[in-house]
C-alpha cells in the first residue's frame, strides 16, 4: 500500500505533466498561428514583388496560409502528445530541467515531417525559404513557447518559499 507522501508525490508529478501539456498545446496555438502569418505575409511579398496583385492572388494567399496553419497545428497536437509529454514526464523522473532536448525533438520531428512530404533524404535542398520556414519555424518556436512557459515550474521547486506574513496561532 502506497503511503500518504507516495501518494502526494504522484498528484504533484501528474499535476505538472497536466500543466506541462497545457501550455504545450498553447505553444501549438501559437506557432500555428504564427506559421499561417508568416505564410500569408511571404506570399504577400512573392505576388507583390511578381506584379500580379490581385483579389484572387491575396484570396489565395490567405486559403493556403489557413491550410498550412491548420497543418502545423494538427502536426503540433500530434507531436505534443507523443513527444513533448512524454519527453517532460522523462526528464522531470531524471530531474533535467533544460530546454535544449525540447529544440532537439523539434528539429527531429521536422526532418521527419519533412521527409514524409518529400520522400528523399536529400530534400532539403529542394525546399525553398518559405517551404524551410514553414516547417522548421514553427517547431522552433513551438518549443521556444513551451520552454519559456514551463521555466518557472521549473525553477520553483529550486527556490525557496516566499516569506510569509500569515501566523497561526495553534
Keep these: 500500500m ?3 507522501g507516495d501518494n502526494d508525490e504522484k498528484i504533484v508529478r501528474d499535476v505538472r505533466l497536466n500543466v506541462a501539456f497545457e501550455h504545450a498545446i498553447t505553444a501549438v496555438l501559437v506557432g500555428a498561428l504564427a506559421t ?3 505564410s500569408f505575409l511571404l ?3 512573392s505576388i507583390v514583388f511578381e506584379g500580379g496583385f490581385g483579389l484572387v492572388a491575396l484570396g489565395g494567399a ?3 496560409s489557413l491550410a498550412k496553419g491548420f497543418f502545423v497545428f494538427i502536426a503540433g497536437f500530434f507531436f505534443s502528445i507523443t513527444v513533448m509529454t512524454p519527453l517532460f514526464a522523462l526528464l522531470e523522473r531524471a530531474q533535467y530541467r533544460r530546454g535544449w532536448p525540447f529544440f532537439a525533438a523539434a528539429v527531429a520531428v521536422s526532418l521527419l ?3 514524409a512530404l518529400e520522400g528523399q533524404a536529400t530534400a532539403l535542398s529542394r525546399f525553398g525559404v518559405d517551404a524551410l520556414a514553414g516547417i ?4 522552433l518556436i ?3 513557447l513551451f520552454v519559456r512557459a514551463i521555466a ?3 525553477r520553483a521547486p529550486q527556490e525557496p518559499p516566499p516569506p510569509s506574513n500569515i501566523h497561526y496561532l495553534n
Excluded: T
Design 142 to 144: 513551438i518549443a521556444a
Design 62 to 64: 490567405f486559403v493556403s
Design 152 to 154: 518557472p515550474y521549473w
Design 43 to 45: 506570399a504577400v511579398f
Design 136 to 139: 522548421f519555424f514553427p517547431a
Design 2 to 4: 502506497m503511503d500518504r
Design 113 to 115: 515531417i519533412m521527409l
Design 36 to 38: 499561417g502569418a508568416l
